[in-house]
């Protein structure tokens, strides 16, 4: 596992030898980022359920501004990839549980150009999590919720969010949501 494209390009990231975490394969974090390109430079992203945090670090290299990462059990691992790649300055990570790390994200008053969940397959996580980010006011007026799942599941539904794009993959499905209608 490796760092794709931008400033960070090339170094390698430190994987788990457990299945606990899936990382998302090199092929399908270039396949992501070919869609998310223009919007990445210069944004705040929001990596939840980040395992890894290799989506998170992609898009630090590629030019966000900062980006924060929440996951109840990798700030460990995370913050090594963070330290490899040189991005501990850009980067917060939030080990907690993802209903308590949005809590905390609302209190500081943050906001996200782009937030991107990649949660256990097979687990409902999505429509609640979303709902939370809408609630607290987490993803900015022109941002995009970017959502991987397992090529057999179906589109979450999302209120208050329209879905404008999926993609499939033999491994993967991307569905992108916007706020609105």
Do not use: W
Request: a neutral charge; charged letters at 20%.
């Amino acid at each position: 596992m490796r760092v794709i494209a931008g400033t960070a390009r090339g170094r390698k990231l430190i994987a788990p030898n457990n299945m606990d975490i899936r990382p998302t394969t090199d092929r399908m974090k270039e396949n992501l980022f070919n869609v998310l390109a223009t919007q990445i430079p210069g944004s705040r992203f929001l990596d939840i359920f980040s395992g890894t945090g290799a989506i998170g670090i992609e898009a630090l290299s590629r030019g966000a501004e900062f980006a924060v990462f929440v996951d109840n059990a990798s700030a460990v691992l995370i913050n090594k990839n963070l330290t490899l790649t040189g991005f501990t300055d850009h980067a917060i990570v939030l080990e907690y549980d993802y209903t308590v790390a949005l809590q905390e994200l609302n209190k500081k008053h943050m906001e996200f150009d782009i937030v991107f969940m990649d949660p256990p397959y097979k687990a409902d996580y999505i429509p609640q999590t979303a709902e939370l980010i809408n609630r607290l006011g987490l993803l900015g007026p022109q941002g995009l919720l970017a959502v991987e799942l397992a090529p057999n599941e179906a589109p979450p539904s999302i209120n208050e969010m329209s879905l404008c794009k999926t993609k499939k993959y033999s491994t993967s499905m991307f569905f992108f949501f916007r706020k609105g209608f």
